[in-house]
């Protein structure tokens, strides 16, 4: 019983840990104030789960999840290319709404508010991932992957070139770098991983509706990474693990289920300001949010 | 042309409530200069603190009222003085302050939640009554009452800005916060006072909705989305002009859903904001300055 429970929130953790690492490429490395990342999420999660329902094999949907979701992160970027700061932020935000309200009334295709329910576990190569055990290797391999990825990402003449665009934008142009180009590149990097993890999300929780991808998220998405400390990928992995974590030690005091969820989401909530009120670089932050 | 009556009177009543959780809104805004989203909470909380003190605690509607717009005024000035004054002591971005504002949103929804649950309350002080028949749109007195107050609160906040000392405080302050420092204005002072006056606007869009629709926690989030985006697409620089694109939004919306199965209101209002903030940040009516990017 309590073997399972963890396994579950292993998974949870591992799939988060995708989506966390995945925004602080983009939010934290290049400093593109992204509040609207959830949006690649529910994009790649829907994508994933209509395209296997209507038989496509899980592999192709998994990577047309983190394909369309780049593609979104594309236009994002060039929508907003001349926004800054604060507006940015809003626009982002606002693009995030946009898409929620795609989900909720597109009916034909998305069954709105109803959700999606029965989504089949995946199957690789006629190798199906039908226990938790297995999941749980499957989105950890993902998440491993993804964060290695990232940090060879970082480290590379691209990833200083994103960092550059942070500190200094006007001084990259200068050097007659297209600093579009490096911001468009990041985003599409960003959504495609927040995509996959939107894939990962739908095929183990096998039900999604649009409310997964709305605000509680985002604040879920942005404690995570604030707390773990912006442009730090072991940050994002740290911060993902501490504030899923939290919250469960709820389950010991055995809270009713109605109770349950508004308390997780205060403990977030509360957890963003606190830290930005006392400790605004998070645990291992290098950068200020601006 | 009854349909075409019917949808400007609704247009009219949606923007009157969303220029109500504008103004204040916009009020901050111009005086602080960061997005304060947790507006929305003190939209909710009128509503909530109506419910509790008139419907649970029995006490008299207008001391009820009366009630609910001092705490709102108080939980305005709490949060400026207890969440955002020490963010900006710290040298804070407006980024961060906006972040903030997030946070306490999504607190305040979910305090709401845990202590009055999740379904749909009703305050109850109005039975539900007929409507009457102007040129062809049905209104019910309620509606009328909330067009009414809207205007009258949006007049007397007109009065207090261009006519009292503080108006002309709070204005010095949105136009340079320097000189107007220089000049002798308190800061700290003036932006106290917005935070009061703009939350307690909040509490009155509150008690207006609590008294004619359902309660439901997360109203706060979704009528402060819409008063955003009000003042967004008139100028959210300018108190006028984010009540001026109030009205449009609420007309817009409630056009739109001619043409759209009415699922799509939200929809609209959220396209509406993205493409503003996309294409004309500075809204319809404002003034570009006040606009960053």
Redesign the interface.
């Known amino acids: 019983m309590i073997e399972a429970y963890l396994i579950h929130l292993a998974i949870l953790i591992a799939i988060y840990i995708v989506l966390a690492v995945s925004l602080d490429l983009a939010l934290g490395y290049t400093g593109l104030l992204n509040l609207g990342h959830v949006a690649f999420f529910g994009i790649g999660a829907y994508t994933s789960a209509l395209l296997t329902k209507s038989g496509v094999p899980f592999p192709i949907a998994f990577i047309a999840a983190g394909l369309l979701a780049s593609v979104f992160g594309a236009l994002l970027v060039w929508a907003t290319r001349k926004l800054k700061g604060d507006y940015l932020a809003l626009a982002t935000m606002g693009f995030s709404f946009v898409v929620y309200s795609v989900l909720l009334n597109w009916t034909s295709l998305t069954r709105g508010p109803l959700g999606i329910p029965g989504i089949t576990k995946p199957s690789i190569f006629g190798m199906a991932i039908s226990a938790n055990w297995q999941y749980l290797i499957f989105a950890g391999i993902v998440a491993v992957i993804v964060v290695l990825f990232s940090r060879r990402l970082v480290s590379s003449p691209f990833g200083r070139l994103m960092q550059a665009v942070r500190d200094d934008e006007l001084g990259l142009k200068v050097l007659g770098k297209d600093t579009f180009k490096i911001k468009a590149k990041a985003m599409m990097i960003s959504a495609a991983m927040a995509g996959i993890a939107g894939s990962l999300f739908a095929h183990y929780i096998t039900y999604i509706d649009p409310s997964s991808f709305y605000l509680n998220d985002i604040i879920l998405l942005l404690t995570i990474i604030i707390v773990g400390g912006i442009a730090s990928v072991k940050g994002a992995v740290m911060g993902t693990i501490v504030i899923l974590l939290i919250p469960e030690a709820l389950r010991f005091v055995a809270l009713p289920g109605s109770i349950l969820g508004p308390v997780r989401q205060m403990i977030y909530s509360l957890v963003l300001i606190l830290i930005l009120l006392y400790r605004p670089r998070g645990l291992f932050g290098k950068v200020d949010l601006s | 042309m009854a349909i075409l009556a019917q949808l400007t009177a609704n247009g009219i009543i949606a923007g009157s409530i969303y220029a109500l959780v504008a103004c204040g809104f916009s009020l901050i805004f111009t005086t602080t200069r960061?997005?304060h989203f947790a507006h929305g909470v003190a939209v909710a909380a009128g509503a909530y603190l109506l419910l509790a003190l008139f419907s649970s605690l029995h006490l008299p509607f207008i001391v009820a009222v009366v009630g609910t717009l001092i705490l709102s005024a108080a939980l305005g000035v709490l949060m400026h003085r207890g969440?955002y004054v020490?963010?900006q002591n710290?040298k804070?971005?407006?980024?961060?302050l906006?972040?903030?504002s997030?946070?306490?949103?999504?607190?305040g929804?979910?305090?709401i939640?845990?202590l009055f649950?999740?379904n749909v309350r009703t305050i109850g002080y109005l039975p539900a009554s007929r409507g009457m028949d102007i040129i062809g749109a049905i209104i019910t007195p309620l509606q009328l009452t909330i067009i009414i107050i809207s205007i009258i609160l949006l007049a007397l906040l007109f009065v207090l800005m261009y006519k009292t000392n503080v108006g002309r405080n709070l204005r010095a302050v949105a136009d340079n916060k320097e000189l107007a420092a220089i000049i002798g204005i308190n800061h700290r002072k003036v932006t106290t006072i917005a935070f009061a006056l703009g939350t307690m606007l909040a509490g009155v869009a509150g008690i207006l909705i609590g008294l004619e629709q359902n309660l439901e926690?997360t109203m706060g989030?979704r009528l402060m989305?819409k008063g955003f985006t009000g003042a967004v697409v008139g100028g959210v620089s300018s108190v006028p002009a984010s009540i001026l694109g109030s009205y449009i939004l609420g007309l817009v919306e409630n056009f739109g859903i001619w043409y759209l199965?009415s699922?799509?209101k939200?929809?609209i209002a959220?396209?509406l904001?993205?493409l503003f903030?996309?294409v004309k940040?500075a809204g319809l009516f404002g003034k570009d300055k006040g606009?960053?990017?």
Do not use: H, M, W
């Not at chain 2, 804070?92 to 961060?96: G, L």
């Not at chain 2, 997030?102 to 607190?107: A, Q, T």
């Open positions: 960061f997005i969440i020490p963010l710290r804070a971005s407006s980024v961060v906006l972040i903030s997030l946070g306490i949103l999504i607190f929804e979910n305090l939640q845990l649950g999740a926690p989030t989305l199965p699922g799509y939200d929809a959220f396209v904001l993205f903030l996309l940040p606009v960053k990017g």
